[in-house]
T-cell receptor
Framework: DADVTQTPRNRITKTGKRIMLECSQT?????MYWYRQDPGLGLRLIYY???????NKGEISDGYSVSRQAQAKFSLSLESAIPNQTALYFC???????????FGPGTRLTVL | EDQVTQSPEALRLQEGESSSLNCSYT??????LFWYRQDPGKGPEFLFT???AGEEKEKERLKATLTKKESFLHITAPKPEDSATYLC????????????FGQGTTLQVKP
């Protein structure tokens, strides 16, 4: 089984809809991250969490919110989706010692 | 401002033709430099972490090196299965946990 899982893997939604992307991990890591990837712009950090009670904004947090429900679960929400939020979204985890981040398989989100 | 630039953007090689990918970085104190491989439609797969200038790491046909300003990913005698996008990222000592990614180099190896 994969260490980092993301659901759904693909989602098509309409402008204005609320959508939640979920991430679960079995690596036992405390730190979790959400990134988006756009062609030509690379991976950019949206939010990150170092433990259940710690949530931090990344470089592009506007229009997004997150929830850390447990050590192993970190969800990303788009309260009112807009077309320029169409992208690939990745969740990642890391342990405090090595800082190496391990990525999930991604969610392809299309906002029409 | 912390920044990572990768070159070239795309690279086409014949099978067996060795080459190098470059990652230039500007960071306020380097905590670590990371290399990932990404296949189309998949998440980045961790390859190497380098922590200090002069450090080298190898895995099969790949070898990563680090200087104070850049890192190289050397690919020796590549095979078609090495075709992927290679991502470089840096972590600043002042922002533990946050990675700054380059835009990647897309490698195509033709048989």
């Amino acid at each position: 089984d994969a260490d980092v899982t993301q659901t759904p893997r693909n989602r098509i939604t309409k402008t204005g809809k609320r959508i939640m992307l979920e991430c679960s991990q079995t690596k036992g890591h405390d730190r979790m991250y959400w990134y988006r990837q756009d062609p030509g712009l690379g991976l950019r950090l949206i939010y990150y969490s170092f433990d259940v009670k710690d949530i931090n904004k990344g470089e592009i947090s506007d229009g997004y919110s997150v929830s850390r429900q447990a050590q192993a679960k970190f969800s990303l929400s788009l309260e009112s989706a807009i077309p320029n939020q169409t992208a690939l979204y990745f969740c990642a985890t890391s342990g405090a010692v090595t800082d190496t981040q391990y990525f999930g398989p991604g969610t392809r989100l299309t906002v029409l | 401002e912390d920044q990572v630039t990768q070159s070239p953007e795309a690279l086409r090689l014949q099978e067996g033709e060795s080459s190098s990918l470059n990652c230039s970085y500007t960071v306020s104190g380097l905590r670590g430099l990371f290399w990932y491989r990404q296949d189309p439609g998949k998440g980045p797969e961790f390859l190497f972490t380098l922590y200090s200038a002069g450090e080298e790491k190898e895995k099969e046909r790949l070898k990563a090196t680090l200087t104070k300003k850049e890192s190289f990913l050397h690919i020796t005698a590549p095979k078609p299965e090495d075709s992927a996008t290679y991502l470089c990222a840096v972590q600043a000592s002042s922002n533990t946990g946050k990675l700054i990614f380059g835009q990647g180099t897309t490698l195509q190896v033709k048989p």
